[in-house]
C-alpha cells in the first residue's frame, strides 16, 4: 500500500535511476513514484531525464507528482512531490526502444557516473538504478565487463568486491563473475574463496543477519568424487572453507553444486558461494527470475538493481512489474541504513 506520508529525514537518501531507457526501466520507475509507494522506506530521487520519466509514466498508464530540480542540493525532502534531479541529457524521441543501443548505453553509463559522483559528495546514501543492458553500456564507450566493475572504477576501489543476487531471504555469491569459464577456473584460488566467503558475510551481517549459514558448492561434478573427477575440492576449496570457518565464519563445504541450492532453499543454509557465475545464476533465476535483486557489495557506495533485464519483448506494453525494483530499493534503503548506523558507532 502507498505511503500518506512523506519520508522522515531519518530515512536514507536514495538515488533512483531509470535503466536503460529502451527497456522497461522508466516504466518500472514511473509506478513505483507515481503513488510514493516507497516513501516508508528511503527518501526516494529520481535521478535522470525528466522526459525519459515522463515516457516511462505514459507506458504505464499513472500520473506522476514531482519537483523538477537542477541539483541535489534542492530537493526538499519533505515536499509532498518525488523530486526529479532532471540532468536533461537523454532525448527519449531520439532513440530506438526495445533494441540494444550504443547511444543509449553511453547515456546510461553518463547518468550512473552522474549518481557515483553525487554519493562521493554525500548527496546520496545509495544508487538504486531499473534495469540496463551491458552490451549497450559496452558498446557506448563504458568498456567493462558489467557495471559492478564500472562502479569499482569510479569509485578508485583497491579491494575485493563481487555482485550477489537476494531472493527469498537467501544470498547467492560467487568467487567469480563475468568472465570466460576458462578464465574463471584461473580465478579460482585458496584467497578468493576466502575472500567471496567473508565479503557475503560481511554483507550479510549488514542487512541485519547475525551468524549467516554459508554453503560452498564445489566446482567438479559430485564435488570431485573424491579426487576422481579432479582434486579442487580436496586441495583447494576444502581448505579455505576450512580456514574462513577458524576465523568465526559459520561456514561450510564444499558441497555438490546440484543438490546445494536444493538444501538452500529448503531453510539449511542462508547463502550459497558458487564458484563461478552460471552455476548460482540458473538455480536463483528457476526460483524467481522476475523477483531477485542484485547487489554490489563490498564498496563504499551501496548499489542494487533488479536481477532481470531490460525485458525488450515487453517495452511499451504497459505490463512490467516492479516487484523486483522494489525489493531493490527497500534492501538499499536497509543497507544504507545500518551503514550509517555501524559509521556513527
Not at 89 to 111: C, F
Request: hydrophobic fraction near 45%; charge should be negative.
Amino acid at each position: 500500500m502507498a505511503s500518506t506520508s512523506y519520508a522522515p529525514t531519518t530515512l536514507p537518501r536514495l538515488a533512483l535511476l531509470l535503466g536503460d531507457m529502451t527497456g522497461i526501466g522508466p516504466e518500472l520507475v514511473a509506478r513505483v513514484v507515481s503513488d510514493r509507494r516507497l516513501a516508508d522506506v528511503a527518501r526516494i530521487a529520481v535521478f535522470g531525464d525528466l522526459r525519459v520519466l515522463e515516457m516511462g509514466a505514459r507506458d504505464a498508464g499513472v500520473q506522476l507528482s514531482v519537483k523538477k530540480v537542477a541539483d541535489a542540493a534542492e530537493i526538499d525532502w519533505t515536499a509532498p512531490e518525488t523530486p526529479v534531479v532532471d540532468i536533461g541529457n537523454i532525448d527519449p524521441q531520439t532513440l530506438p526502444r526495445g533494441e540494444v543501443s550504443a547511444e543509449s548505453g553511453k547515456l546510461t553509463g553518463d547518468t550512473l557516473a552522474a549518481a557515483i559522483r553525487l554519493s562521493l559528495e554525500g548527496k546520496f546514501e545509495a544508487i538504486t538504478f531499473a534495469p540496463l543492458n551491458k552490451a549497450a553500456l559496452h558498446a557506448g564507450g563504458w568498456k567493462f565487463p558489467d557495471e559492478h566493475k564500472m562502479f569499482a572504477h569510479l569509485l578508485e576501489h583497491k579491494g575485493y568486491f563481487s555482485e550477489m543476487n537476494v531472493l527469498d531471504g537467501q544470498w547467492m555469491s560467487r568467487v567469480t563473475s563475468h568472465v570466460s569459464l576458462r578464465t574463471a577456473l584461473d580465478m579460482i584460488t585458496h584467497d578468493s574463496i576466502i575472500e567471496a566467503i567473508e565479503l557475503v558475510n560481511r554483507t550479510m551481517q549488514l542487512a541485519g543477519i547475525e551468524n549467516p549459514r554459508i554453503a560452498v558448492a564445489a566446482l567438479n561434478p559430485h564435488a570431485g568424487e573424491n579426487g576422481l573427477f579432479g582434486r579442487e575440492e580436496i586441495d583447494l576449496i576444502g581448505p579455505a572453507v576450512r580456514a574462513a570457518a577458524e576465523t568465526g565464519i559459520n561456514c561450510k563445504g564444499p558441497f555438490p553444486s546440484d543438490t546445494v541450492y536444493i538444501k538452500a532453499f529448503a531453510g539449511e543454509y542462508d547463502s550459497v558461494v558458487a564458484m563461478y557465475h552460471d552455476q548460482g545464476q540458473i538455480a536463483t533465476k528457476l526460483r524467481g527470475f522476475n523477483r531477485g535483486v542484485t547487489v554490489t557489495a563490498g564498496l563504499d557506495t551501496v548499489f542494487t538493481t533488479p536481477a532481470h533485464g531490460t525485458a525488450f519483448d515487453i517495452v511499451g506494453k504497459g505490463v512490467a512489474s516492479t516487484g523486483a525494483l522494489e525489493s531493490a530499493v527497500r534492501l538499499a534503503a536497509q543497507l544504507a541504513g545500518r551503514k550509517r548506523n555501524a559509521a556513527a558507532n
